[in-house]
Nanobody, 124 residues
Framework: VQLQASGGGLVQAGGSLRLSCSAS????????VAWFRQAPGKGREFVAA???????YYADSVKGRFTISRDNGKNTVYLQMNSLKPEDSAVYYCAVSRTVILSAIADDNMYPDWGQGTQVTVSS
């Protein structure tokens, strides 16, 4: 699966961005899709996931501010990010898996296919 992440940019604290992850060659309906992020000098961190059945999962740090959703017609998954904070600054990656189980949905090792990443910078 080839993934293309987009939508990153520079925004002030309190602002919003919407990231997009589009796929070629496969339909997202058959995959769990997740967003991870990595800030400079830090490890990759789980942000949000959408299971194949449509259930959503969020890291505690983004719960209530971020929303993951899927548009089957456009074969695109979105990450709506509101009330952004400087600590949200990172490169954001989307990833997919056909086999990840729900108990491991936040484990980046369970995702074999990754997009190239999109930079999000939140200024204070």
């Amino acid at each position: 699966v080839q993934l293309q992440a987009s939508g990153g940019g520079l925004v002030q604290a309190g602002g919003s961005l919407r990231l997009s992850c589009s796929a070629s060659g496969r339909t997202f309906r058959n995959y769990a899709v997740a967003w991870f992020r990595q800030a400079p000098g830090k490890g990759r961190e789980f942000v949000a996931a959408l299971s194949r059945s449509g259930s959503t999962y969020y890291a505690d740090s983004v719960k209530g501010r971020f929303t993951i959703s899927r548009d089957n017609g456009k074969n695109t998954v979105y990450l709506q990010m509101n009330s952004l904070k400087p600590e949200d600054s990172a490169v954001y990656y989307c990833a997919v898996s056909r086999t990840v189980i729900l108990s491991a949905i936040a484990d980046d090792n369970m995702y074999p296919d990754w997009g190239q990443g999109t930079q999000v910078t939140v200024s204070s």
